[in-house]
């Protein structure tokens, strides 16, 4: 009974003491973008005696966050809406037509999960620079979008297999196209994992960096994680406006994942292990 | 008019080609592309020649490049021996409802991996910067000394390791989440019974557990050679791979040689060897926990 007891009390003190190791960092973070710079300076480890919320608004246009901030719900948003649609689109040809292309299509696509992806930067920035498109957004979405891909069509095409055939038959016999069968019975059916691919596609394209680092140059056209590392980098002096800037760039994952926690795990999980 | 069966080919060829050549466009040709660069010694401007394999000699003899791929392998090793076992650990406790507030735990552990690599990065490195170091306050205070600093990230023969503790850090909630997934899945009722017929929580977790739970290991092993082989941000973002290329990763060198000294061909040379190493890593975590699922299964 005793050694139960201090097994179960060392478990526990295990779990809150990791608890604290992944909490505590975070929520230095969070109190130290509250602070003058002085007062980090002076000790770093102590809380806020006022909460200086100029931080917020000199990252805002002094460091350019809200410029950023635009760009990266351009970014995420323009790339996630093409890869929600073509994930399904090619999701269904795969899932539900019985041709043997499919097969060799969906192995190269699966391909994908596991390629290093920084040995596809150097030509991808001869393509793009070849195609005219580097230094615009399409050199960051075009990218984004095609690096979605193997996840999204992965995660579509189990979906839209499980659907029951019947349904779509029935609308074949109706005289109606495939096209329409998309559009008009797949898509709404596949609602629920249009929200799984929409979300992890919107958190990865927003927490990029080597893609709009690399492939754009002007300053109009950068994205947060791009910005933070310019501006806001390890040699920064200004270290209270560089804490509300970060977090600037994350609350919005964060307040994301409280709020679709269930879809966002099972999305990840499932790529994961396949991949 | 089309036939039915043109229309279902046509229909088929809209649903997947769009994909499809964005796909080979975007990822597939650049690689093939890249294997090729790295046999010239093109430097970004003008003409170039094949050389053949002349810049793998070069990078056989290269000392960053082993340095580079050391640091490579401690991330794998720090992914395989630090996220894995402490990912399922905590997903064991979890599910086995050794301990409450299950949910509390889990979406904590998470936590990390919704935060960009470059904010942890930036977090990390003021954490255990010299300067305002939140951890140089912490162990001054606990050692008694004033103004302590943490010698580490200046220091190029330990700087590596801080940073693979990020990597832990950031990513162990993430294999939680996997195991506790595959926990799921286990067989309930044979649990139970072992339990009723008096077997211990270690027989449980030895005989029952680990053999069901082999192809999610082999899994998770594969996905941290994969990802410790992808990382570029973390570095990039912490120490540009200094001090004195100490901490430089194999993605990071390429970047370097390629983007900031211009030598396209080696930078190229350096991506396919990313490639080949992936996959010869890869190939043969499956093939070594392959044998150890075969010697399992004989055994039962």
């Known amino acids: 009974m005793i050694r139960k007891i201090a097994v179960h009390t060392l478990l526990y003190l295990f779990l809150i003491g990791f608890a604290f190791l992944t909490l505590y960092p975070l929520f230095w973070l969070f109190t130290s973008s509250f602070k003058t710079n002085q007062e980090i300076l002076l000790n770093s480890l102590a809380l806020p005696t006022t909460l200086h919320f100029q931080n917020y608004s000199e990252a805002w246009s002094l460091a350019r966050m809200g410029l950023f901030a635009r760009n990266s719900v351009i970014y995420a948003a323009s790339a996630t809406v093409f890869t929600v649609l073509l994930s399904v689109s090619t999701g269904y040809g795969l899932g539900k037509f019985r041709y043997r292309v499919s097969g060799v299509i969906y192995s190269i696509l699966l391909l994908g999960l596991i390629i290093p992806i920084h040995a596809t930067l150097i030509p991808l920035f001869l393509l793009l620079k070849t195609i005219r498109i580097l230094d615009t957004m399409a050199a960051v979405i075009l990218p984004y979008i095609a690096f979605a891909m193997p996840l999204g069509t992965f995660l579509a095409a189990t979906y839209i297999r499980d659907i029951p055939d019947e349904m779509e038959e029935s609308a074949v016999i109706d005289g109606c196209g495939y096209l329409r069968i998309y559009w008009n019975i797949i898509l709404p059916i596949a609602r629920p994992v249009m929200m799984t691919i929409m979300i992890i596609t919107f958190l990865n394209n927003w927490n990029e960096f080597i893609f709009v680092f690399l492939f754009t140059s002007s300053l109009a056209l950068r994205s947060l994680s791009v910005g933070l590392l310019m501006f806001a980098g390890p040699y920064t002096k200004n270290y209270a406006m560089q804490f509300a800037a970060m977090v600037i760039a994350s609350l919005p994952m964060i307040c994301m994942y409280f709020v679709f926690r269930k879809p966002m795990v099972k999305g990840m999980v499932a790529g994961a292990v396949k991949g | ?300």
């Open chain 2, 1 to 300: 008019m089309l036939t039915r069966e043109a229309n279902k080919r046509l229909s088929y060829i809209i649903l997947v080609v769009p994909t499809l050549t964005l796909f080979l466009l975007f990822v597939i040709l650049p690689i093939l592309y890249s294997f090729f660069l790295g046999m010239t010694d093109w430097s970004g401007y003008g003409a170039f020649k094949f050389i053949g394999l002349q810049n793998f000699r070069v990078l056989f003899a290269d000392r960053v490049f082993f340095i580079a791929l050391r640091n490579n392998i401690y991330f794998i090793l720090a992914s395989t021996f630090g996220q894995i076992p402490v990912g399922f650990f905590i997903a064991y406790l979890l599910h086995r409802k050794l301990v409450a507030g299950r949910v509390f735990f889990e979406s904590m552990f998470f936590l990390p991996m919704v935060v960009s690599t470059i904010v942890i990065a930036i977090l990390w490195s003021n954490i255990f910067s010299p300067q305002i170091g939140a951890l140089s306050v912490f162990l001054g205070r606990l050692l008694g000394k004033r103004n302590y600093v943490l010698p580490w990230m200046d220091n190029p023969n330990a700087a590596i390791f801080p940073i693979c503790f990020v990597l832990v850090w950031k990513y162990s909630g993430f294999y939680m989440l996997i195991y506790l997934s595959a926990l799921q899945k286990l067989p309930q009722d044979m649990i139970e019974a072992a339990a009723i017929d008096g077997a211990r929580e270690s027989q449980i977790f030895f005989r029952i557990i680990i053999p069901v739970l082999w192809t999610t290991v082999q899994t998770t092993i594969v996905l941290s050679i994969s990802g410790s082989m992808r990382a570029f941000d973390l570095v990039f973002a912490m120490t540009r791979g200094g001090p004195a290329h100490s901490t430089e990763l194999l993605a990071t060198y390429m970047y370097n040689k390629t983007f900031e000294v211009y030598r396209y061909g080696y930078g190229s040379a350096i991506s396919t060897m990313i490639v080949v190493i992936s996959v010869l890593l890869i190939g043969s975590s499956m093939w070594l926990t392959g044998i150890r699922g075969r010697a399992e299964r004989a055994r039962s």
